[in-house]
């Protein structure tokens, strides 16, 4: 995907590539991209480019995209690649992290222009290009849970066979994994994964129910979630991926630090995630103005509303941890309901307060939704606790990490709250000359 110039990265509005129709039907591409993933490479006989690129009399801005397929050779009638087609990669970043990973600056039309092909009708390549970036978005999600998923195991493997001084409460010298506090880190991993990753599959059936759903309303319903948990499974879990990542090199202690272990390695790896496919802000602006203002907090509540009702089971529940679980996750359906609220309130009053509360409350949303997942599958563990079925060790583990999860994550649901409605109107307070 080859959308992001030097003055045009989040504001893809300002796009300066050029494509000009040619007699034969093709365009004449010219202009320069940056940061393009696998922009060049020799595992494939073939690149097929997605170029965004306006033409000579485009609106200007959004509605003036177009989206172009440029292949790195042109194809021959037999399907075979032909010549080199005019577009090059001029270089290639030098990165933090995902090192196995070439980002590549490449110039189009250097010897007069690249053969270009319009995809659809012209002037709406962001509309095409979304359909692109919304499924992207939900891997880049998954990447943040994949690479927090691996830095968990290998922190737990290190933890069990480290052993230094001796555990509170232990008679002898123990692994690290007897600290309280190693473990409250290896659980706030574990816990996170679990409740992150029940999100995107969430995302994801809601995705195939949209494609598969017999009935249309329902195909509709399920588009309406899958595009209202977007934003927030790309946000909330590549942020909270790298806050794991790092947890990761805590718990190797100065091993952590060092390149021998590779803990270092997904902290600088999952680093990317919250920046690629739009940042984190543009994750959040998304949520508020597309997935909330735009359908008046329709969506954001019936889901608040299921979340809620759960609650409202599990806090009449004789098993501790549910009714522990259903206490949090009630507080916590009641602090994102308020939020939206507070939202729709002020969005008509002051512009920058949405775009100010934004962050905080995607991850309000991430920490909620979360922990609603991680209440139905306490639920249904429990269940199987009781009738004795099937592996009771790991249907005991689910139900003690969801538990961890609502007294631990959950609970922190209020004080994000506070910090959306009360916090937004003193983020602009101090004057960028006093920053
Ligand atoms: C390793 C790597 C691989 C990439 N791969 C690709 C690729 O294959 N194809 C491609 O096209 N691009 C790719 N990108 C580009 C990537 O998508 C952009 O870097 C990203 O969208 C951010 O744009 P930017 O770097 O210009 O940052 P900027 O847009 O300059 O953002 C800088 C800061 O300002 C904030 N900001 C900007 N606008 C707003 C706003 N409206 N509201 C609130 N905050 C805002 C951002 O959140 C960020 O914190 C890649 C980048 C990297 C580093």
């Not at 309303?217 to 590549?238: D, M, Q, S």
């Amino acid at each position: 995907m080859n959308l992001t110039e030097a003055a045009a990265g989040s504001d893809l509005g300002a796009i300066r590539t050029k494509a000009v129709r040619q007699p034969d039907g093709s365009y004449r591409i010219t202009g320069q991209k940056i940061f393009i993933t696998y922009g060049d490479h020799e595992l494939a006989r073939n690149i097929i480019h997605l170029v965004l690129a306006r033409l000579p009399d485009a609106p200007a801005g959004v509605k003036g995209i177009s989206l172009f397929i440029v292949p790195k050779f042109l194809v021959n009638a037999d399907g075979s690649p032909g010549a080199c087609n005019d577009v090059a990669c001029v270089s290639l970043e030098h990165k933090l992290g995902i090192h196995g990973s070439p980002t590549a600056v490449m110039s189009f039309g250097d010897q007069g222009g690249a053969a270009g092909f319009l995809v659809g009708e012209e002037n709406r390549g962001l509309e095409y290009m979304f359909v692109m970036m919304n499924h992207a978005r939900l891997n880049v999600g998954v990447q943040g849970v994949g690479i927090a998923e691996r830095a968990y195991q290998q922190a737990r493997a290190y933890a069990c066979e480290r052993v230094q001084g001796k555990a509170a409460g232990a008679a002898t010298i123990t692994p690290i994994v007897e600290h309280p506090d190693v473990r409250r880190m290896l659980m706030t991993m574990k816990a996170h994964i679990e409740a992150m990753r029940a999100l995107a599959y969430v995302e994801a059936a809601a995705l195939d129910r949209a494609h598969a759903e017999p009935d249309e309303a329902a195909r509709a319903g399920a588009l309406r979630l899958a595009e209202f948990l977007n934003p927030i499974v790309k946000g909330w879990c590549t942020e909270t991926g790298v806050e794991l990542a790092s947890l990761g090199v805590q718990i190797h202690g100065g091993m952590g630090y060092v390149e021998e272990t590779g803990a270092a390695q997904h902290l600088r790896d999952a680093r990317i995630t919250p920046i690629y496919e739009g940042t984190t802000a543009i994750q959040a602006n998304d949520l508020v103005n597309r997935k909330i203002l735009r359908d008046k907090g329709a969506t954001a509540r019936a889901v608040m509303a299921e979340a809620g009702a759960l609650a409202a089971e599990l806090v009449t529940s004789p098993a501790p941890a549910l009714k522990a679980i259903g206490i949090e996750l009630a507080e916590g359906a009641r602090a994102a309901g308020a939020a939206v609220d507070w939202l729709l309130a002020a969005a008509g009053q002051d512009s920058r307060l949405p775009a100010a509360a934004a962050v905080p409350l995607l991850k309000l949303m991430g920490v909620v939704l979360g922990g609603f997942h991680m209440a139905r599958a306490a639920r249904i563990a429990q269940g199987r606790l009781q009738s004795g079925e099937g592996d009771l060790a790991f249907f005991d583990a689910k139900v003690k990490t969801a538990w961890f999860y609502a007294e631990h994550v959950l609970v922190q649901a209020p004080a994000l709250l506070a910090t959306v409605t009360r916090g937004s109107a003193t983020v602009m307070g101090v004057p960028a000359d006093q920053l």
